[in-house]
């Protein structure tokens, strides 16, 4: 018994440890900034939910997941490749990777290498770059140096979206990677509200949002085990404790033995 209990500890610590090797590894991936941006103005981050906080460096490290909005300010940002954003008043982003920006409201200005990748999430809709393989019989009738693609976004009060491409093609998909529409130099588009399906999903909450009714809360977690596995845990230590205690108990009665009564003749 005493071997069961050492070998239930021995998992336990197990489930512990992975506990803090995955906290350890997400601190690590937060300490690793995607770009900088440069600001202007009245620029804040989330600190941390519903916690706003001014920008203040002149250089500002861009981190995954983290929430940027410009009130009364603009910001230029440049990521890994060249890759430059500038961004306008009262825009709302973040970026989801390395290669995705989420843009929930505003208007950003973006330049892009021809090998650079970089997506715009915004609402349901998805801006890239598109791909296109040139044909010629005259290889030295294609320009050995691609272009960079020039475009911005913008997204009005209504819920509408207007994507327009300065230079180079852009492609505009839905949720299902569908293209709803291809555009190439200096071509407008203005899709509807209907279309971009309400707000985007940015990671982190803006100040003072509340839950959606009927949204599912996130599960509550603690040092990377959820509330089911705490529960296994404990109610294990608790079963183990109880089989020890009443093994132990009854032992001790075991070294007894009845005498057998003997008749006392008359």
Same mark, same amino acid.
């Given at each position: 018994?005493?071997?069961?209990?050492?070998?239930?500890?021995?998992?336990?610590?197990?489930?512990?440890?992975?506990?803090?090797?995955?906290?350890?590894?997400?601190?690590?991936?937060?300490?690793?900034?995607?770009?900088?941006?440069?600001?202007?103005?009245?620029?804040?981050?989330?600190?941390?939910?519903?916690?706003?906080?001014?920008? &203040?460096?002149?250089?500002?490290?861009?981190?995954?997941?983290?929430?940027?909005?410009? &009130?009364?300010?603009? @910001?230029? $940002?440049?990521?890994?490749?060249?890759?430059?954003? &500038?961004?306008?008043?009262?825009?709302?982003?973040?970026?989801?990777?390395?290669?995705?920006?989420?843009?929930?409201?505003?208007?950003?200005?973006?330049?892009?290498?021809?090998?650079?990748?970089? @997506?715009?999430?915004?609402?349901?809709?998805?801006?890239?770059?598109?791909?296109?393989?040139?044909?010629?019989?005259?290889?030295?009738?294609?320009?050995?140096? @691609?272009?960079?693609?020039?475009?911005?976004?913008?997204?009005?009060?209504?819920?509408?979206?207007?994507?327009?491409?300065?230079?180079? @093609?852009?492609?505009?998909?839905?949720?299902?990677?569908?293209?709803?529409? %291809?555009?190439?130099?200096?071509?407008?588009?203005?899709?509807?509200?209907?279309?971009?399906? #309400?707000?985007?999903?940015?990671?982190?909450?803006?100040?003072?949002?509340?839950?959606?009714?009927?949204?599912?809360?996130?599960?509550?977690?603690?040092?990377?085990?959820?509330?089911?596995?705490?529960?296994? $845990?404990?109610?294990?230590?608790?079963?183990?404790?109880?089989? $020890?205690?009443?093994? %132990?108990?009854?032992? #001790?009665?075991?070294?007894?033995?009845?005498?057998?009564?003997?008749?006392?003749?008359?």
């Amino acid at each position: 018994m005493k071997k069961i209990f050492v070998y239930f500890l021995c998992v336990s610590f197990l489930l512990l440890a992975n506990g803090f090797h995955t906290m350890i590894a997400e601190a690590k991936e937060m300490g690793r900034p995607m770009g900088e941006m440069v600001s202007r103005g009245d620029v804040k981050f989330e600190a941390r939910k519903t916690v706003w906080k001014d920008v &203040e460096l002149s250089q500002f490290p861009i981190f995954q997941g983290v929430a940027i909005k410009t &009130e009364k300010g603009a @910001s230029l $940002i440049t990521l890994e490749g060249n890759r430059q954003i &500038e961004v306008g008043e009262n825009s709302l982003f973040s970026f989801d990777r390395n290669d995705q920006m989420h843009l929930t409201q505003g208007t950003i200005d973006f330049r892009l290498p021809s090998t650079a990748e970089l @997506s715009f999430n915004v609402g349901d809709l998805t801006v890239i770059q598109s791909k296109s393989l040139q044909a010629s019989k005259n290889p030295s009738a294609v320009s050995p140096k @691609s272009e960079a693609t020039i475009g911005s976004i913008s997204v009005h009060s209504n819920g509408a979206v207007t994507v327009k491409s300065l230079r180079g @093609s852009l492609s505009i998909l839905n949720q299902e990677r569908v293209v709803l529409a %291809a555009l190439s130099s200096k071509d407008t588009v203005t899709l509807p509200s209907a279309a971009v399906k #309400g707000p985007s999903k940015v990671i982190v909450a803006q100040a003072g949002e509340t839950a959606a009714p009927g949204a599912e809360a996130e599960p509550w977690e603690f040092l990377g085990l959820t509330t089911w596995w705490w529960v296994a $845990i404990v109610t294990g230590v608790v079963v183990a404790t109880v089989i $020890i205690a009443v093994a %132990a108990g009854g032992g #001790g009665g075991g070294g007894r033995r009845a005498v057998a009564a003997v008749p006392v003749c008359p």
